[in-house]
């Protein structure tokens, strides 16, 4: 079964300062696909990144970046400059792959991470 | 683009009665649309895989008498909670995937607050 741990509940950080989120996953499939979300507190979710497991290169994108760790299951997401509008829950999420590649969709959330940036 | 919509965005309703939601892909035609539940302040739940002009499948432990769903074109699917209880009270999301172009993300619509009296 997959499994998406997100062990900080909550995060409170001061304007300015870079936060980083950890996700650690647990799957039996060899390919598969890591998912960060954001959902701000109008609660529509908003996609931020994706990453098939056969790729393991690093992202960065302005001020978020990605590191992605297989020989550690862990996918964190690092905000770096946090600002007030970087407040939000934000979501691990897994899903497993289906023939030729492609996903099935279905996806398997963390427990979501609270970030609290204050001014 | 890949837009999803939802209507309505926040229903209340009595306790036996049944509430419809709507979930549309405005820009794109979605083979595949799931439904989640997401309860204050916890984590999303996958209720439903919905494939246009099949049977949904449910996850183990919901009702598919009590959710009824419903995907008759590649743009539109609904939800239908019957006969409503307090219990049902949640946020409820949809989502889509964009058939044949990054077929791995989904698109989430924005949300129904249903609170059930």
């Known amino acids: 079964a997959q499994k998406v741990t997100q062990a900080q509940t909550e995060i409170s950080v001061v304007e300015k300062e870079d936060v980083t989120l950890d996700c650690v996953y647990e799957t039996r499939d060899t390919t598969y696909y890591l998912f960060w979300y954001k959902q701000p507190p109008s609660g529509e979710l908003v996609f931020l990144i994706r990453?098939?497991?056969?790729?393991?290169q690093n992202e960065i994108s302005g001020r978020y970046s990605w590191n992605f760790q297989k020989s550690t299951s862990s996918f964190n997401f690092t905000i770096t400059a946090s600002q007030v509008v970087d407040s939000a829950v934000y979501f691990c999420a897994l899903s497993e792959a289906g023939a030729g590649g492609t996903s099935y969709g279905k996806l398997t959330f963390g427990q979501g991470t609270i970030l609290t940036v204050h001014p | 683009g890949a837009v999803v919509s939802q209507h309505p965005s926040w229903v209340i309703c009595k306790s036996g009665t049944s509430v419809k939601i709507e979930c549309r892909s405005l820009?794109?035609?979605?083979?595949?649309m799931f439904w989640y539940r997401q309860f204050p302040k916890q984590s999303l739940m996958l209720m439903a895989t919905s494939n246009e002009g099949s049977k949904a499948t449910y996850e183990q432990g919901v009702e598919k008498d009590k959710f009824l769903i419903n995907h008759a074109s590649l743009t539109l699917s609904t939800l239908t909670v019957t006969s409503a209880h307090p219990e049902d009270s949640s946020f409820y999301i949809c989502?889509?995937?964009?058939?044949?172009?990054?077929?791995?993300?989904?698109?989430f619509g924005p949300g129904t607050r249903l609170t059930v009296l």
């Open positions: 990453r098939n497991s056969f790729d393991e």
């Open positions: 820009d794109f035609q979605a083979t595949t």
């Open positions: 989502s889509a995937t964009v058939s044949g172009l990054a077929a791995d993300t989904q698109y």
